[in-house]
């Protein structure tokens, strides 16, 4: 199984592509999207969209794992971020992938073993399970890792399964 994690954002989106392979996962890609901050919302959000649907048409992952929606006390911030979530959900819809949902604090909670794990500890995390010799880099791709990583882990284990899916 293949399993692509996203962690979106308006301007960078980090992501991972992980395998399910013998025994233990393995790493194929990490990175992260840029939209350019200088160019308006929308076309920011097209490039986005342009940068999942290529992911999704190189890889073929089987499912997208995306961090859920979480409540900021400034809300243009978690609207913007609401409209990439948006566009990279839209993008995995079109193309038929399976879609899960994980809350930040799950996210760091199954990969960390604490809910309120620091970014530099799920990087590390990150590292140890798929036995490389540095974290992902950046954050944001390790973020994305992390999610990969959560669904695979979770679907190991039926008694940790709480993911939100599309249900295909």
């Known amino acids: 199984m293949k399993v692509l994690g996203i962690d979106p954002g308006s301007a960078v989106v980090g992501y991972g592509l992980v395998e399910d392979g013998r025994g233990s996962p393995r790493l194929l890609e990490c990175g992260v999207i840029r939209a350019d901050t200088g160019q308006s919302l929308p076309a920011r959000l097209r490039a986005i969209s342009d940068g999942v649907t290529e992911l999704i048409a190189r890889h073929h992952p089987d499912v997208l794992a995306i961090e859920g929606i979480f409540y900021s006390r400034y809300a243009r911030t978690a609207m913007v971020l609401g409209h990439a979530r948006g566009v990279i959900l839209l ?78």
Do not use: F, W
Not at 130 to 146: Q, W
């Open 91 to 168: 993008s995995a819809e079109t193309a038929g992938v399976i879609i899960a949902e994980y809350p930040p604090a799950v996210v760091k909670k199954t990969v960390v073993g604490r809910g309120g794990a620091m970014k530099a500890q799920v990087g590390y995390m990150c590292a140890q399970l798929l036995r490389l010799k540095t974290p992902p880099e950046p954050a944001d791709a390790a973020d994305g890792v992390a999610l990969a990583l959560t669904h695979l882990l979770r679907q190991r284990d039926p008694s940790l399964r709480l993911a939100r899916t599309n249900g295909r």
